[in-house]
Each structure stands twice: as C-alpha cells, then as structure tokens.
C-alpha cells in the first residue's frame, strides 16, 4: 500500500498540510499517511509518530535545550523508513530537522518533495545548495523564491502562497461584535501574541502591560482583544493574562479578529502575513532569548522581520525586535497609525500589493499534483 511520510512541526505547517491532505485524498483515498504532523492532519487519519507539541521551540538555545528529543527523532525516523519504505518524504519548512531528514531519504533512494522550503533569502543562504541536493522537487510559496532556486539548476515550482485559500470567515462583523459583546463605537486592538509556549512567555507579558497603560488613559475608547491558538499552555496562558481579565475578549475565530479589528498588534511570522494578506494595519513584534537574537543576527541576510514588508520589498507596517518590545514603544506605534487617518489609509492600500504578488495559485491542489506525479513516476520506474 501507498505511504507518503510528512513531517510538518509547526502549527502553520499543520494547516497548510491539511488542506494538501483534503486534495490528495481526493486522487487516491488509499494512500496512508504518517510522520509528524498535529492536530488538523491528525483528524484527517494522519499517524503521528511524535507528540506534535515537543516540537514548538523556536530559536537557537531553545533548539539547543532540546537536542536529545531531535536526536531520538531523527533515529526513530531513519528506522521507520527502513521498516514502511515511503513511496515519498515530503517536508515543510521546519529547516533544521528538515534538513537532515531530507538526508537520509535521499541515502535510502526515497523521492523528497519540500513544501514551504527554509527561507534561504533570509538567513544562512548557502543551505539553498543543500536543499537542491537532497531533494527531488521543490514547492515554494514566493515568486521570489522561484528565481533564487533556478539560478542554481533546482527543480522548483511556484505553487502559491497557502494563506490565499485557508483564510475564510464565518461571521459577519455584526456576529462577531455580538458573540463577544463588543462595542463598536470603539477601537478594536488584536493582540497575537503566537502559537508557541516561549512566544506566550516572552510577548504576551508586554501585551498584557501595554493594555493595562491604555485602560488607565482618560480617553481610553478601545476594545482588547486577544487570540488564543490550540498549541499553546492554557494554564500558562490564562496566567500571564489574569490582571487583565476582567476586560478583555479572548478569541476562537482568528482571521475575524484579522479582519474586523482596527489595529493587529502580533508576533512575526505567518500571522503578519495573513493580517497584511487580509489588509489591517498591524504592528509586528519580535522577542526571543539574548543568546537566540546574537545568534540570528549572525547569520540573517535581511534588515526587516514582518513577512509583509520582506515581501513587498520595503517597510510598510513598524517592527519592534527585543528591547524595542514594550508597552512605551508598542503604544507610540498604536497613536502614530491610529490618530493619522492619512497614514491609517497609506498602509492598508500598500498591504493590497500582496494579493498582487500571490495571484490566484492554490497551493495546495498544486502541491497534491506534483506528490502524486511524484509517486507515480517512481512506481513507473520500477
């Protein structure tokens, strides 16, 4: 019987590969698929061989804390596919582990097919050699990344940006401001603050600091709100946010809170995407470990962090990186784009340029045709 293996180790992984599993199964409904995915793939019969969750570090001493657990899954890895044989690895972004599992499948002579590939156009760019030699086809989901990958001979497609089919919305404004009692005769701020456990330890304490200095302002005129993601400690969470509790909305339906809010305060990375894919104003923010920062400065290529700016080649939306995240600085940026409707209205028409550089690609129907090209080219073969 058919087997894909597919490791997706991040939360945005788990939703971008669930909807590649909704189109696949469409081709071929027998194919088993297994690795390490969470909880999306897993309602989809995905066989996760690792608890997903031991998976959401970020950051280099981060990593490093937890390289025993990396060890014990490469291994366990290796020794699956010697035992299941996989008619294909694919990979998703999560480039250290990625990396060397794409390694081994190419020594075992098993197709690799890398979804979302490791953003060599910011950070240790020389892995591009890497990925082009062991994999066998690369989906990228940037234009940009496209040209990077053919300069040097790699087997890529530009498959399209997932974002621009997974972002939905079941409730109207109207719904939204009346599931959770909100008054829209305010601002509405939207504070994300991640999907990860050290992302809700190190930025969402300045969150919550910055709307307790906003509820004490005379003209104070603001709904808070605050998304919650499935992957991360609700104990911890609920934690960190109880001096604010009592006036505060937390919420389930993340792209409403996207849309609908004035103003997206959030950490970096997909979700800046999305809000900017969507058009609201936002303030990015990024916080990690000192030795983490150090770390990554060494070896970033780029002099911006927010997706949307990376994307339409300049600054459009302010970034906050470590010290710079607090609630001086988080509240100054919330005055500068909300009091100036002139500056409000320049960055919403500046985010539209990112429907432009996405167009109408699905990507993952076009993932799903080149994985089963893929597995039946291979069978073909033998």
Not at 269 to 276: A, F, H, I, M
Not at 311 to 334: H, R, S
Request: glycine content about 4%; proline content about 4%.
């Amino acid at each position: 019987m058919k087997n894909i293996f597919i490791l997706a180790g991040e939360r945005s992984a788990d939703i971008h590969t669930s909807e590649f599993l909704k189109q696949i199964q469409k081709l071929d409904s027998k194919i088993k698929f297994w690795g390490i995915g969470g909880p999306k793939m897993q309602n989809l019969e995905f066989e996760s061989i690792f608890p997903f969750e031991r998976f959401s570090v970020i950051g280099f001493a981060e990593i490093l804390k937890h390289l025993a657990f990396f060890y014990q899954v490469i291994n366990k890895i290796k020794k699956e596919f010697i035992k299941r044989k996989p008619n294909l690895v694919m990979l998703v972004d999560y480039p250290g582990l990625n990396l060397r599992i794409a390694k081994i499948a190419k020594n075992l002579k098993i197709p690799v097919l890398y979804y979302i590939s490791p953003q060599v156009w910011a950070w240790k760019k020389k892995r591009i050699y890497k990925i082009k030699r062991y994999t066998d086809k690369i989906a990228v989901i940037f234009p940009f990344e496209k040209e990077l990958y053919e300069q040097i001979g790699a087997n890529v497609e530009f498959v399209g940006h997932p974002i621009s089919e997974e972002i939905t919305f079941q409730l109207t404004k109207k719904e939204f401001a009346q599931k959770y009692k909100l008054d829209e005769s305010k601002k509405w701020l939207a504070f994300i603050p991640g999907s990860r456990d050290v992302e809700i330890k190190r930025i969402l304490p300045e969150m919550v600091k910055t709307i307790q200095k906003l509820k004490k302002r005379e003209n104070n005129n603001y709904e808070f709100l605050i998304s919650l993601a499935d992957t991360v400690s609700k104990k911890h969470f609920y934690q960190i946010i109880e001096p604010i509790k009592n006036y505060i909305s937390i919420i389930d339906e993340i792209y409403e809170l996207m849309k609908y809010c004035d103003l997206v305060i959030s950490k970096s990375g997909t979700s800046t995407l999305e809000t900017g894919y969507i058009g609201t104003p936002m303030i990015v923010v990024y916080k990690t470990s000192f030795l983490s920062y150090l770390i990554a400065k060494h070896f970033v290529n780029i002099d911006m962090i927010a997706l949307p700016n990376i994307v339409a080649g300049k600054k459009i939306v302010p970034e906050l990186i470590q010290k710079e995240v607090n609630p001086t600085n988080i509240i100054n940026n919330i005055d500068l784009i909300l009091n100036d409707k002139k500056n409000y209205k320049k960055i919403k028409k500046e985010l539209s340029i990112l429907h432009e550089k996405f167009g109408n690609k699905k990507a993952s129907r076009n993932v799903a045709r080149i994985a089963f090209s893929i597995i039946n080219e291979t069978e073909n073969k033998e």
